[in-house]
T-cell receptor, first 114, second 117 residues
Framework: DVKVTQSSRYLVKRTGEKVFLECVQD?????MFWYRQDPGLGLRLIYF???????EKGDIPEGYSVSREKKERFSLILESASTNQTSMYLC?????????????FGPGTRLTVT | AQSVTQLDSQVPVFEEAPVELRCNYS??????LFWYVQYPNQGLQLLLK??????LVKGINGFEAEFNKSQTSFHLRKPSVHISDTAEYFC???????????????FGQGTILTVHP
């Protein structure tokens, strides 16, 4: 069974803290994605990676960075957490470059920044 | 650039009634189209997708969707819903523009389907 796992289901951090969200996939997928999900806004792409050490900005990269040192692991970093980064964060992975393959999602991390 | 509009933020229906969740998209290139479902406290999972060929596609759990190129729509339908279909549904598009797509998706805002007994 294919699987995408995220390091935490719930996380509470203070303003200004550095926050790491980790995602691991066991499907040998080239592509990995980080989204944030907010009510009424759907999913918005923060960053994605199509290969080890490769990354591209999505639609809302400000305030975030990513790291992909191994194919199976993709980390999202909030350099200095702010209250407007309180959200649900979803990781996904997919195979290939054509766009026809589905994305597989992790269960999400609900981050609260106080 | 691509965009997706889900025309209804919430759809309440009674059990065993039919339902249609509406999705319109805009894109300057040909697209692949997807519907995903998110059950409470879970990640998203694929319901169905349109890549090419027949405009009527069937997915899991009795759902189907019809691609209408002239109206740039991809509406999701089910003839008879169950309580267990209560979830949030997302329409998404992936462009065929070129090699840097890497399967990036543009999502709609989501439609919350609530099935009442």
């Amino acid at each position: 069974d294919v699987k995408v796992t995220q390091s935490s289901r719930y996380l509470v951090k203070r303003t200004g803290e550095k926050v790491f969200l980790e995602c691991v996939q066991d499907m040998d997928h080239e592509n990995m994605f980080w989204y944030r999900q907010d009510p009424g806004l759907g999913l918005r792409l923060i960053y994605f990676s199509y290969d080890v050490k490769m990354k591209e900005k999505g639609d809302i990269p400000e305030g975030y960075s990513v790291s992909r040192e191994k194919k199976e692991r993709f980390s999202l970093i909030l350099e200095s957490a702010s209250t407007n980064q309180t959200s649900m964060y979803l990781c996904a992975s997919s195979l290939g470059s054509t766009g026809s393959n589905e994305q597989y999602f992790g269960p999400g991390t609900r981050l609260t920044v106080t | 650039a691509q965009s997706v509009t889900q025309l209804d933020s919430q759809v309440p229906v009674f059990e065993e009634a039919p339902v249609e969740l509406r999705c319109n998209y805009s894109s300057s290139v040909s697209v692949y189209l997807f519907w995903y479902v998110q059950y409470p406290n879970q990640g998203l999972q694929l319901l169905l997708k349109y890549l090419s060929g027949s405009t009527l596609v069937k997915g899991i759990n009795g759902f189907e969707a019809e691609f209408n190129k002239s109206q740039t729509s991809f509406h999701l339908r089910k003839p008879s819903v169950h309580i267990s279909d209560t979830a949030e549904y997302f329409c998404a598009v992936s462009g065929l523009a070129g090699g840097t797509s890497y399967g990036k998706l543009t999502f709609g805002q989501g439609t919350i389907l609530t099935v009442h007994p």
